[in-house]
């Protein structure tokens, strides 16, 4: 089984392939094959951006040419949702305040929107949606969330984008404070990549193949098939 990653973030690729190691025999990402095409990402949720971006993919390669039966094209789409902005800039966070403005400016803006805010009014939660697109068309959901207080000062050198400002009050230290191994264990990404690997694992044969739809085993708690898929 191969997995292609539709991601052009190396941070999110060292994360896959650290979590989901044991259950692909190879994971690429899109790049790796050559593939240059960005699909379009218009939905109005995480989920369906997610789905977007894999099942664009997966059309892509089955019209190059390059789709294996065992192949597996996974994206997640993911942000950061401040309560006291409604949910800003949530799926809308690297477009906010402009693509190209750096994040030094973007973390000031949020502190800035919060400085009223005290205590509870200052929560926070990076999502991540991850989506896998079979090439036989079955598509799965997971998500993971990752809680803290919006910051009111940018802390930290590690991670990237909004990590400086989630500040979790359980380690008493921004998201950017904690060293890369530690986020990784209870990050809304690894969250979401470790409930995929639980989902994919009974679907992968001894000898590495996909099992077919019709000899799929019966999952307990799938957590989010199609038609569950989180809102
Ligand atoms: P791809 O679409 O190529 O995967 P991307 O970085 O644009 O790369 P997203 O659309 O999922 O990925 O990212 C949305 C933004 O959300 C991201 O650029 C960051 O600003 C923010 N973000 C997501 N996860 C984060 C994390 O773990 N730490 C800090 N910021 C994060």
Do not use: W
Not at 25 to 44: M, N, Q, R, Y
Not at 63 to 71: A, F, G, I, R, S
Not at 106 to 134: M, P, S, V, W
Not at 141 to 162: C, D, Q, S, V
């Amino acid at each position: 089984m191969r997995i292609i990653f539709a991601t052009h973030n190396k941070n999110k690729m060292k994360e896959v392939r650290a979590i989901l190691s044991d259950v692909a025999d190879s994971i690429v990402a899109k790049s790796e094959l050559g593939i240059d095409f960005e699909p379009a990402e218009t939905g109005k949720t995480f989920a369906e951006n997610a789905e977007q971006k894999a099942v664009g993919i997966r059309e892509y390669m089955l019209k190059h040419d390059m789709l294996e039966d065992d192949d597996i094209i996974m994206s997640d789409d993911s942000g950061l949702c401040v309560n006291y902005m409604l949910g800003m800039p949530g799926i809308y966070s690297s477009r906010y305040l402009g693509e190209d403005t750096s994040y030094d400016i973007k973390n000031a803006r949020i502190i800035k929107e919060l400085q009223y805010a005290e205590g509870d009014e200052r929560a926070a939660h990076f999502t991540c949606n991850i989506c896998a697109a079979f090439a036989d068309g079955r598509i799965y959901h997971t998500e993971g969330i990752f809680e803290g207080l919006i910051a009111k000062e940018p802390k930290g050198e590690n991670g990237f984008g909004y990590d400086p400002i989630l500040y979790l009050p359980e380690y008493g230290k921004t998201s950017a404070e904690l060293p890369p191994e530690e986020k990784n264990k209870i990050s809304h990404r690894a969250k979401a990549l470790h409930q995929m690997h639980d989902l994919l694992l009974p679907m992968v044969s001894a000898d590495g193949h996909v099992v077919p739809q019709d000899k799929e085993v019966a999952l307990s708690e799938p957590p989010f098939r199609e038609d569950r898929r989180p809102q």
